[in-house]
């Protein structure tokens, strides 16, 4: 598993970390080994590269591909402006 921030800046690294976070806890609830190959960094996650082993996890997660936008209003936004990541 690759996760990587494109365009948006820090709020693209919050949403990251956030992708982050989701994965290793469902990868947790299946049982699988979760494996860090590249550590994210402590505010947001700059690039994070995961090996997740298992009883069925290729076959659950090889259609997880692709660009992923989201539109939300982050804990950093003090105004409540909705911001595209």
């Given at each position: 598993l690759q996760i990587r921030p494109a365009a948006g800046g820090s709020e693209a690294g919050l949403f990251a970390e956030?992708?982050?976070r989701m994965y290793e806890?469902?990868?947790a609830r299946q049982r699988w080994r979760w494996e860090l190959l590249s550590n994210p960094h402590d505010s947001s996650v700059k690039e994070a590269?995961?090996?997740i082993t298992g009883a069925d996890a290729w076959e659950v997660l090889m259609l997880e591909s692709g660009v992923h936008r989201v539109q939300r209003v982050p804990a950093t936004e003090r105004s409540?402006?909705?911001h595209t990541s």
């Open positions: 956030d992708l982050f806890a469902y990868s590269v995961v090996r409540g402006r909705m």
